[in-house]
Structure formats: C-alpha cells, structure tokens
C-alpha cells in the first residue's frame, strides 16, 4: 500500500512538473514582451532598463523558463504587475468568487443529469422516449447560444429583465442571488448538457449488459436490479467522467460565463493575464488545474474498486 | 442510412457541395443602404448593422467554420493513425509509454487554457490556430485508434497474417485500417463538433481573431445586437448551429455504438 502511494504521488508530482515546464517553456519563448505596457513615449534607455529590472523580464533560456517553473511549483509567483496585486492573492480572491458560481451549479447540475438520466432509463412510456430527445438535443447546444438566450430571456428590457445584465456584488444573500442566479442557471444548463446525454448512455449500457438479462431471467424485481446492482456498476464510469472533465468545464465554463458577466472569477483572471501578458498568473493556474485534475484522478482510481471490485488496484 | 456505415462520408461531400452551390449564389457580403433591414425578397434575413445580408454572412461563416474545422478534425486522425503507424511498426516499448504519458499530459490540460498559454503565437499567426488544435487534440483519436488496434492484434486474422510472411506495413492497412475506419469517421464527427463549439467560445470572447465571418463571429455580433433589440442573426445561427450539432452528435454516437457491437 505504501509503495502504491508513492508511487502515485510520484507520478503527480513528475506530470506536473512535465506540464508547468512546458507550458512556462513555451511562454518564455514565445511570449512578447510587453513592457511597453509600462513605459511613457520616447523613454530613455536608463528607464527601459529600469522597468525591465521593475518587472524582471526573464531572458529567453531554458534556465529562466525552469526558474519560472520551480517558483510556480514552490507556490511563491511573486507580484503581478499587471493585476497590482500578489498572484497568489489574486487567485485566491477569484477562486472564493468561481467556487461561490462553481458549486451551486457543480451540484445542480450534476443532480439534474443523473434525475433526467434515471427517468429516461426508466422506461416510461411517452416520458422516456421525450427526455432521450431532450437530453440528445441538449448536447447539441453550445454554451454561448444558453448564455445569449438566457440573457435575453432573463437580463434584458425585451425580456423580463428580472436580473442584472452584468456585475458581480456578494456582499449579502439578496446581492448574491441577484448577481449569481443567471450564471448559475446558465452553468448548471451547461453541465446538464454535458453529462445527461453521458450519464444516460452510461445507463443504457448497464440495460444492454448480460448480467441484466441473467437476473432478469433468474426474476429478479426490476427495482432490485436498478438500485443494487446497475446503478452501483454504472456508478464506476459515472464517477471517472465527472472527475475527467470537471477540471475542465470549471475553466472552460467559467472563461465564457465570467467574461459576458464580468464576474472577477478565475476564468475572468485567465482571460485578462493572458491578454495582458501575465505569463505568472497563467502559469499559476495552469499548475494549479493540472493538480486538481491529477488528483481528482488518483482519487477517483483509489474509490472505484470499492464501488465496482472488477477495477482492482 | 442503416445499410452502409460509411453513408455518412457521402453526407459530408453533399453537404459541403450543397454550401459551395450556395455560397456560389450569395457570394460574398451583399451591402443594403438600410441597417437592419427588415426580411425581404433581395435579404432573405434582413441586414446587419453595417447593411450586410445575414443569410449571406451566414452561409459564409457555416462554410468557414465547416471547412476549418473539418480538415483539423481530419488533420488529427491522421496524425493518430500515423502515431499509431509508427508504434505497430517499430514497437518500442518505450515510445509507446512516453507517447501515452504525453498524451495524458495533454489531455490533463484544459483547452481553453492551453491556448491563453499561447495566445501571442496564436494572435500573431491566426492560421497556426487550426495547426495548434491537431496537436492538442490529437491524443484523442490516437488513445481509441490504440485501443482498437490493441484488441484486434491478438485476433486469429492477425496471428495467422504474422504467421504467413506479411510485412507489418501490409498487415496494418490490409487488414487493420479496414477495421477501424468507422471508428475514424466517428472520431471525426466527434472532433468536428468539439472544434466548432471550442471555434464559438473562443470567437465570442476574443480570443480568435478571424477575419472571415465564422459562427462564432456571428455569435459575437448578435451579443451587441441583442442590446439594440435585433435578434435575427442570433436566432438564424443558433438554429443552424443546433442543426449541424445535432446531425453530427446523432451520427457519431450511431457510429460509436456500432463500433462497440
């Protein structure tokens, strides 16, 4: 057991060095500088070097791009002249503001995925078959075309204009509600489009398996069927998907949401270092994902043989 | 449809046809003098803010974003299949570990991410857009083309081919490539729309620029056309959008469930 945890964390460790190497590598090179961001017109060589110096623009070596991976890994990123903050508080500050989007809708979602998956697999008679439809059509949908048609209905004059068009306040309840319900709305739509076609795939199959044919035959009730043994077998694949693409959906979703809303998250801080350049703070939330995500991972392979004992450590 | 698997491939050629027929008559970005002009006969959706006919624009930027994404999506199969290639032929050991490790590191990553990682590069050169995604991508089809190739090795056909005499090179597309070319064109389908949905985010926030009309463009303009109360270029592409997902979506797990069979 010991030596399966070292192992792993090894491994962890290795992948994300490997990943913010790269990445740092890639930013280090093919970045350009902008320090012309900092400097007044006609600017002196003396205060060219000065800014330089100011905001320690690194030299384009593999030295300086491990230099700059080493101190994201060590967690000491330093201070965004950019944001005019530190990154590390920068991050936190955005993290608070994601999470507080992130989890209604994590669990919202996720929740109403597994409600239209079970109902469809159910094998109602008219039910089923819509919500199959429905959940197919909603894998179809792209995020900007919820995100337009949910302002419209929900933020503008020529819908019902119930909530804010843009902003951020979570100052109290009453604010967070006003400010967050439409992201959130949008957020959880979002996942329910990602997993409710999955999960009901993921279901479907465990119908199709021939375990199900032999309790079937053996009269097993259909009850029994669905909540001890098919639900537990499709829970395993249930849980590797969520831990897969979570990561993600959290960045990917919240850079699109955060950015229409201009809520001061993490997807609003990705998109605005990396239009201003701010190689650190991009650097920092790549690392900071890809260990989520390996994490999740590891997580998610020591549970599953608890849930379903053909995926053995 | 049923009968033959590979009706989708003829789908695709009358598909792009029909929008090359069609772009051949709404060539180009039709001007009015009338900002968002009502619907008539000469603008079949009426006109844009700046008097450009939106069926127009919106024929264009379907064939952009379908030609684009469809040679990526293309592009990244064919690097798998050929990762795939070099692995069956030379079956290093080692390469195939470090070709998985670097897949699962890619895959680690957030798209989204990835590209604000290399957002000047990408900035600099819009065209090295579509370059860049086949490499991040790639892995996707390859993992499945491993898979699939993994099984099939251990097949009676495959021993008794090694058995006879038959160059690697021969077994691979004589009797491999055959096997697995659905599984290709459903990871096209696959890809195609995950292309043209990360092509949509990507345009509507900034951080593509193009300077041809495509999808995500169109989105991005019926953002600040909704403020003004215009809603047509959103609906019209929301539509259309939804269509082609849809289609692509329904054939690709078609052909995935019948790949798994």
């Known amino acids: 057991m010991f030596r399966f945890f070292f192992q792993r964390t090894s491994y962890i460790l290795f992948s994300l060095f490997c990943i913010t190497f790269l990445c740092s590598t890639i930013l280090t090179f093919e970045a350009p500088s902008y320090l012309h961001n900092f400097l007044s017109k006609n600017s002196s060589p003396r205060e060219i070097e000065k800014t330089k110096k100011l905001l320690g623009t690194p030299e384009k070596t593999l030295a300086s791009s491990l230099e700059l991976t080493l101190s994201t890994l060590f967690l000491r990123p330093g201070y965004s002249h950019f944001q005019r903050s530190s990154i590390l508080g920068s991050i936190k500050h955005a993290f608070t503001v994601t999470a507080s989007l992130m989890i209604p809708s994590l669990f919202l979602g996720i929740l109403a995925a597994l409600f239209f998956a079970f109902v469809s697999f159910l094998d109602f008679p008219v039910l089923s078959p819509l919500i199959s439809f429905f959940l197919l059509s909603l894998g179809s949908l792209s995020d900007v075309v919820l995100i337009l048609i949910l302002k419209l209905l929900l933020c503008t004059k020529q819908g019902f204009h119930l909530f804010?068009?843009?902003?951020?306040?979570?100052?109290?309840?009453?604010?967070?509600?006003?400010?967050?319900?439409?992201?959130?709305?949008?957020?959880?739509?979002?996942?329910?489009?990602?997993?409710?076609?999955?999960?009901?795939q993921l279901l479907v199959s465990e119908k199709?398996?021939?375990?199900?044919?032999?309790?079937?035959?053996?009269?097993?009730?259909?009850?029994?069927?669905?909540?001890?043994?098919?639900?537990?077998?499709?829970?395993?694949?249930?849980?590797?998907?969520?831990?897969?693409?979570?990561?993600?959906?959290?960045?990917?979703?919240?850079?699109?949401?955060?950015?229409?809303?201009?809520?001061?998250?993490?997807?609003?801080l990705t998109y605005e270092s990396c239009v201003t350049g701010d190689k650190q703070t991009i650097l920092m939330l790549i690392s900071l994902t890809a260990f989520c995500y390996l994490l999740l991972q590891e997580v998610i392979q020591v549970t599953l043989p608890l849930l379903d004992k053909r995926t053995d450590l | 449809m049923r009968r033959c698997k590979l009706s989708w491939v003829r789908f695709f050629v009358v598909f792009f046809l029909l929008l090359e027929i069609l772009s051949l008559f709404y060539n180009g970005e039709s001007l009015s003098d009338l900002s968002y002009a009502k619907p008539s006969w000469t603008h079949f959706l009426g006109t844009n803010l700046n008097g450009q006919d939106i069926f127009a624009r919106l024929l264009l930027a379907i064939k952009n974003s379908f030609w684009n994404n469809f040679l990526t999506s293309l592009l990244c199969v064919a690097l798998g299949i050929f990762l795939n290639l070099v692995l069956f032929l030379f079956n290093f050991p080692h390469l195939k570990k470090t070709l998985l490790f670097l897949a699962h590191l890619l895959d680690t990553l957030p798209i989204y991410l990835i590209i604000s990682c290399c957002y000047s590069f990408i900035r600099a050169f819009p065209e090295g857009f579509q370059f860049f995604l086949v490499i991040l991508v790639c892995p996707i089809p390859f993992q499945s083309i491993l898979r699939k190739q993994e099984t099939l090795e251990k097949h009676q056909l495959m021993l008794s081919a090694k058995q006879i005499g038959c160059t690697k090179l021969y077994i691979f597309f004589r009797y491999l490539f055959p096997q697995f070319k659905n599984l290709l064109v459903a990871e096209i389908n696959f890809l195609l729309v995950k292309f043209i949905k990360l092509e949509i985010g990507l345009s509507f926030i900034g951080l593509k620029q193009s300077y041809k009309p495509t999808l995500g463009l169109l989105f991005a303009e019926s953002s600040t056309d909704m403020l003004k109360g215009e809603y047509t270029t959103l609906f019209a592409t929301s539509v259309v959008l939804f269509l082609i997902l849809f289609f692509f979506n329904t054939s690709s797990k078609k052909l995935f469930s019948e790949n798994m069979c």
Request: with cysteine.
């Open chain 1, 208 to 268: 199709k398996a021939p375990y199900t044919r032999t309790l079937k035959a053996m009269g097993c009730p259909s009850q029994r069927i669905f909540f001890i043994y098919q639900l537990k077998t499709a829970s395993a694949p249930i849980l590797t998907h969520i831990a897969r693409l979570t990561p993600s959906y959290i960045i990917g979703g919240s850079i699109l949401v955060e950015n229409h809303f201009n809520i001061p998250g993490l997807g609003f």
């Open chain 1, 164 to 200: 804010p068009l843009h902003g951020w306040d979570a100052s109290g309840p009453l604010s967070y509600f006003k400010y967050a319900s439409v992201p959130i709305l949008i957020m959880t739509l979002s996942l329910l489009c990602l997993y409710g076609p999955l999960f009901y």
